[in-house]
């Protein structure tokens, strides 16, 4: 196959799409247009073997990739320091300490609440405590008696420390913060009624993060958990977050043909955010991907598609996906071609013969 100037049929074909099929020179009659033809259930664009001769073609090529593989990936919370502070009674918020993105320590108060189910487990708390007192500790239902009514007030939201430090009972409690981190989302003001299970707070823990990012399937080999890797993202340029792969998708994207991992990442300051786009780099080990130029792939409606030489005289039309690449001029083929396989570099070209062998419009 010759590297030489686009054959006379290919400018003949293109003439007559240009010209609405008006009129035939002499070339036009020497150069049978291009057909459609069937083998084995498939079609082929069929040229004579001079025309087909002369068509530009290259060699789909794996090229070494690096020891590093890159990606981009977004920053989320690690779901299992995020919690969900909830209303455990039918009440009203009478006093709250925190406002939305606030930072807390674990015990802090965060919000008060009235219910009078409070001063209902409170006594009961209270007597079964007198009556724990009276019995010295060694009576078996009264010891009962103070366990259930202490995990009653724990179920409603009250703290070791507020539990023991009950002297009379009371119809409002401090609710508590769970752990250390900031206010998420706030739900909830001064005044408002709550119902049970009705939601006051996020709280969440930032000093650790995830960052998720997409796999091309086909480099799943060259990724496993442990990996480490570093993150840079567009606020902080000169900040390098250091994290390792954590979780890795046990299934694929059918539509990008990538696997999603998560990563965690150590965030000193607090500077990584929720959905902040961050550059990921995996050290891995070297891999190969597969090329082609740009010019041997045609965008037409719903994808990416090449010309592939099957025989002397005959080309498929082969629908391809492609990744991101950073050689200036060439694609990275990630389905649809195997390595060897000649393409037609005039893709623009071909692809138009084919609709019009096809008597399609394009």
Known sequence: MKSTTPSLVILVGLALLAAGCKGKSADQDDAPAPQIVQKSGQQYLSFTPDAASAAESTLAKEVQLPGVLETTGQVIFDDKKVTTITSRVQ????????????????????????????????????????????????????????AAAKRKLTLLGMSESDIVAISSPTTTIWMRAPLSGTILQNQTAIGNN??????????????????????????????????ELDAVTEAFPDDVFKGKISRISPVIDPNKQTAQIKCEVENPGLKLKPQMLARVKITTRPGYALVVPQQALVYD??????????????????????????????????????????????????????????????
């Open 91 to 146: 009440g009203r918020v009478e006093d709250v300490r925190v406002s939305l993105w606030d930072n807390v320590n674990m015990g802090d108060p965060i919000l008060k609440i009235y219910s009078p189910e409070f001063m209902l487990a409170e006594e009961e708390y209270v007597q079964a405590q007198k009556s724990r007192q009276l019995n010295g500790g060694f009576e078996d239902v009264s010891e009962m008696m103070y």
């Open 194 to 227: 709550v119902n049970v299970g009705d939601t006051l707070y996020q709280l969440g823990t930032l000093d650790k993060v995830w960052i998720t990012a997409d796999i091309y399937e086909i480099d799943l080999a060259r990724v496993q958990v442990g990996q």
């Open 301 to 362: 409606g719903d994808g990416y598609y090449a010309f592939v030489q099957f025989a002397p005289d005959l080309f498929e039309r082969r629908a391809v996906q492609i990744g991101s690449w950073n050689k200036e001029g060439y694609a990275r083929v990630l389905s649809g071609l195997k390595r060897g396989e000649r393409v037609m570099t005039q893709s623009l070209q071909f692809n138009a013969l084919w609709h019009q062998a096809r008597g399609e419009s394009y």
